[in-house]
């Protein structure tokens, strides 16, 4: 199976940066279609952006269309979300999904599609 490693999140003002990075290992990520969600205290996981396995096609949920980049670097085994523009409600724990058996060009935007979690990291967006 395919473990995932989170990193890349921190405390950040609104309208500033941040990219996260999701690294496998144990299985080839090419294999995987992968997504990103999130989690705010008291709120149920929500989806943000996923990706297809070969990359060519990506979806994001409403609030992060246009500010949010989801991209795999499948000779590196990591998928990034690059986020701008950002929001304090924006403010989560954001955790990467792999979902194995995918189809390679179906794009997954559902939480119960995937098999695999990261850990989370933190994104704190202040005002």
């Known amino acids: 199976q395919v473990q995932l490693v989170d990193s890349g999140g921190g405390l950040v003002q609104a309208g500033g940066s941040l990219r996260l990075s999701c690294a496998a290992s144990g299985r080839t990520l090419s294999n995987y279609a992968m997504g990103w969600f999130r989690q705010a205290p008291g709120k149920e996981r929500e989806f943000v952006a996923a990706i297809n396995r070969s990359g060519h096609s990506t979806r994001y949920a409403d609030f992060v269309r246009g500010r949010f980049t989801i991209s795999r670097d499948n000779a590196k085994n990591t998928v990034y979300l690059q986020m701008s523009s950002l929001k304090p409600e924006d403010t989560a724990v954001y955790y990467c999904?792999?979902?194995?058996?995918?189809?390679?060009?179906?794009?997954?935007?559902?939480?119960?599609?995937?098999?695999?979690w990261g850990q989370g990291t933190q994104v704190t967006v202040s005002s």
């Open positions: 999904a792999a979902k194995g058996s995918a189809n390679y060009v179906t794009v997954y935007g559902n939480q119960y599609d995937y098999d695999y």
